[in-house]
């Protein structure tokens, strides 16, 4: 029984335990669900605090244009919070130095009254705010002055000096409050709406005046932590801004406080001065600048104070997350903050648009599969279906209503089809196939011979016309093929470009940024594109307003010491920063130079030649050098070649492959003109970095190397395009060097010399006996020697000739002390 009991005593003890463990439990599963009910609505918190503060701000002692400006801004920017923010707003009223409440019921009425009628009409913008909260505000002050009969002249002009300060407010808090309620990370804040976002913060402030504890006041608190914010991540311009305007309009609001706006703004300057130290240089700098000018304008108690006011904020501003700076450092511009969030976003966006490209090669890719697969069936497969097409339809125009089909299809099948067959093929062979060709065999066996001899005549036509569009139509998808399929594999190419120009080169641009700044040069910025060989790209921004000189004979040397490569300038742009920003382009030298000239001449001596040329540099790293002949002479020959060499060169620019750019040119010049019109082609496309140069000859004359005393030829056998289909493309390569001369020239060059001499060997040697430097000189001079070896110009006459330099840098690399080369990634993603 004892034992009962106890174990009995101590169940309820133990359930009693355990019902107290799940109240607690309870308890704080409540406590969490307000904490993050709390956090997730922290910016409508912090409005609703704002309001209240607003609410209670006067200024001059009997001016409060506050409340109305903001509770206007909440309403078009938060309408949720409208009727949280009107307790607020009233709450603040109720504690302010003249609370006035039924003013304020009735201000708020009429401008939601104002606001509803403007509504109905459609006119629900922003921009008109400023107005409605004017109007609403004068009309109310006035109506309760009238009331009260206590309407003077200068009653009427703080009326309206309080309304014109409401619609200022009103147009200042719209630029304001969207930074508490941002949601894009990468956004900058304009240098108009920091000076706005520091007037809404110091008009807070107000809120707070007359608040103490013991000899600290509040506002002067607030206005000190606010200037250590700023200045910690603006540096002095911020931080002696903050200290003008939160001293301007504390001293509007506390009469004693007019020595506040060149305190606040000498401590803010000393601040922001001193923020490389970080925070306690910055709280440093404060204490100092508002300890100098309390012992300047204040007496011991005010010093006393003022110390106190600094240290309180000084200890909340080492107190303050490190997170809360960085966030509002992103949206400050100029801060490493903002730049890094800047670049983040541009990443994000270059991987996306990488990954879009991708998907769109991939859809090209398979669109180009598809049509391989429709041309994928073999010949002898198509030949046998075209055939039993063709005895289907000659066997039911002859055969099908004669008496004896049943015994030559039914019982000799083969036989019959093999003496039809047979008919075909003398009909293909021949062409002319008459009564008396048809083989006795046949005749002994078939009555209609006659018959099926003349369907089949007819039937044959149909059947070359179906092969022949079958085959135009199989090309064509195999073309189509081919285009998608390079299509494609520019996109792909495309897309590993922006991956490439995505990644992170931390280490080498800050060795890059100290080698620079080792120099006493400023650097605002440092972004490396690309470090692959040849095709080096480094951007930087660098405030100096003439700074393309300083980039070519210091900068560019000192990377071409780093990187182990000559490097240049290639492009230079002033950026619209009132600061004298520059934003500066270095890329890879190349390593020559092309220089071209060109000479011509039309048929019979006109000014209208069927020639055309191209010397022009594609983009990446090439040189080319065209020239193009049209057949005939006149503007019809010259549309048809400049339109060969336009159509090839924007392939070319886009990053085609060569041999498919060619057949593409050749495609679309067949189909644009049932006539014959062709073009031939001579292009030399020279790597600017190596010399190494690719040939293309269609249907062109020999090109030729002057390399010193020596002419080299370069021949191709190619077809001019237009004219066939599958064209074939034989492209030369050969590396030049320094100081050869390239020579390209027209069948009305080449052939001048007539039939009787090698063409070959007399341009050889016209050429090598050619004494000139200049490329244009040599054009001139070999186009004249060939005027005058034949006389009359039979044929439009062009020449192009091209000059390979070593370049040669402006200025040499230097080396500096302590400097090393830069390691370059060994994988580019």
Not at 57 to 78: H, T
Not at 236 to 244: E, H, T
Not at 253 to 268: E, H, I, K, P, T
Not at 772 to 800: I, K, S
């Amino acid at each position: 029984m004892q034992k009962r009991s106890i174990s009995t005593l101590f169940g309820l003890r133990g359930a009693s335990v355990i019902g107290r463990m799940q109240d607690g439990l309870y308890t704080i599963a409540i406590g969490n669900r307000f904490v993050q009910a709390i956090i997730a609505r922290k910016w409508s918190i912090l409005l609703l605090f704002m309001g209240f503060l607003l609410g209670r701000a006067m200024i001059l002692e009997e001016l409060a244009p506050f409340a109305l400006a903001y509770f206007a801004v909440i309403y078009y920017q938060r309408k949720e919070l409208v009727p949280w923010v009107i307790v607020a707003l009233f709450c603040g009223s109720l504690l302010s130095a003249h609370p006035s409440v039924g003013q304020f019921v009735i201000t708020m009425g009429v401008f939601l009254l104002i606001q509803k009628s403007i509504e109905k009409y459609e006119r629900f913008e922003v921009s008109i705010a400023p107005i409605i909260v004017f109007g609403t505000l004068f009309m109310v002050k006035l109506f309760f002055h009238l009331v009260v009969a206590d309407l003077t002249w200068y009653v009427l002009m703080l009326t309206t000096v309080e309304a014109l300060l409401s619609a200022v407010l009103t147009y200042i808090f719209v630029q304001a409050l969207p930074v508490f309620t941002l949601t894009r990370r990468n956004y900058q804040l304009r240098s108009e709406e920091i000076i706005c976002l520091i007037i809404l913060l110091a008009s807070v402030m107000t809120g707070a005046v007359g608040w103490s504890v013991g000899p600290v006041m509040i506002q002067n608190v607030e206005s000190r932590y606010l200037i250590l914010l700023f200045a910690m991540v603006g540096g002095a311009p911020f931080g002696a801004s903050v200290g003008v305007i939160s001293g301007l309009i504390l001293s509007l609001a506390d009469a004693n406080a007019v020595y506040q706006m060149s305190l606040l703004a000498f401590s803010g300057m000393l601040a922001g001065m001193l923020k490389d130290g970080r925070r306690l240089t910055v709280s440093l700098g404060l204490l100092i600048g508002s300890s100098i000018l309390s012992f300047y304008v204040g007496s011991s108690s005010t010093i006393l104070s003022s110390t106190w006011e600094s240290l309180v904020a000084i200890g909340l501003f080492l107190l303050t997350p490190r997170s809360v700076l960085q966030t509002l450092a992103k949206y400050v511009p100029g801060t490493q903050e903002n730049l890094k969030g800047q670049q983040d976003y541009a990443r994000r966006v270059r991987d996306v648009t990488a990954g879009r490209v991708e998907q769109f090669s991939a859809v090209f890719r398979q669109l180009a599969s598809s049509f391989k697969q429709l041309t994928g069936e073999s010949p002898l497969r198509q030949r046998e279906n075209d055939v039993d097409h063709f005895m289907n339809a000659v066997t039911a125009q002859t055969c099908q209503s004669c008496f004896k089909r049943e015994r030559c299809w039914d019982q000799n099948f083969y036989k019959t089809y093999s003496y039809m067959t047979d008919m075909m093929t003398e009909i293909e062979v021949k062409g002319q196939f008459d009564k008396k060709d048809i083989r006795k065999e046949w005749k002994s066996v078939c009555t209609k011979t006659d018959a099926v001899l003349q369907v089949m005549k007819e039937q044959y036509g149909y059947y070359q016309n179906n092969v022949q569009w079958r085959k135009q139509l199989a090309d064509s998808r195999a073309l189509v093929a081919e285009q998608l399929s390079g299509v494609s594999q520019v996109m792909e190419d495309l897309a590993k470009e922006i991956k490439r120009e995505g990644q992170e080169l931390f280490l080498q641009e800050e060795q890059i940024r100290e080698a620079i700044e080792d120099l006493g040069l400023s650097i605002h910025s440092v972004d490396i594109i690309s470090l692959d060989e040849g095709k080096i790209e480094i951007e930087m921004i660098h405030q100096y307003t003439r700074g393309f000189d300083e980039s070519r004979k210091i900068i560019a040397p000192l990377l071409s010491e780093i990187v182990g490569e000559n490097i240049a300038v290639k492009s230079e742009e002033k950026l619209d920063r009132g600061e004298g920003y520059a934003s500066v382009l270095f890329g890879s030298a190349k390593a020559y130079n092309v220089e071209t000239g060109i000479a011509s001449l039309g048929k019979g001596g006109s000014y209208l030649s069927g020639d055309s040329y191209s010397a022009v540099e594609l983009g990446n790293g090439k040189f080319a050098v065209a020239l193009s002949d049209g057949m005939g002479n006149g503007e019809r020959a010259r549309k048809e070649s400049e339109a060969a060499l336009g159509m090839l060169q924007q392939f070319l620019q886009s990053g085609m492959d060569e041999k498919l750019a060619i057949k593409s040119v050749n495609s679309v010049l067949l189909l644009r003109s049932p006539e014959e019109m062709y073009a031939t082609v001579d292009m030399a496309l020279i790597d600017l970095y190596s010399a190494d140069t690719t040939f293309m000859k269609i249907g062109s004359t020999p090109s030729f190397i002057k390399r010193g005393n020596e002419v080299i030829p370069i021949v191709a056998s190619n077809l001019p395009v237009g004219i066939i289909k599958d064209i074939e493309v034989d492209l030369v390569s050969m590396k030049l060097l320094d100081g050869d001369y390239l020579v390209l020239m027209t069948d009305g060059i080449f052939d001048a010399p007539g039939h009787a001499v090698n063409k070959e060997l007399w341009m050889k040697r016209t050429i090598s006996e050619l004494d000139v430097t200049t490329t244009q000189d040599m054009a001139d001079a070999l186009l004249d020697q060939v005027v005058r070896h034949t006389g009359a110009l039979q044929d439009d006459m062009m020449v192009v000739v091209a000059r390979i330099e070593k370049r040669q840098p402006e200025w040499a690399t230097f080396r500096w002390p302590g400097l090393s080369r830069i390691e370059r990634p060994k994988i580019v993603s």
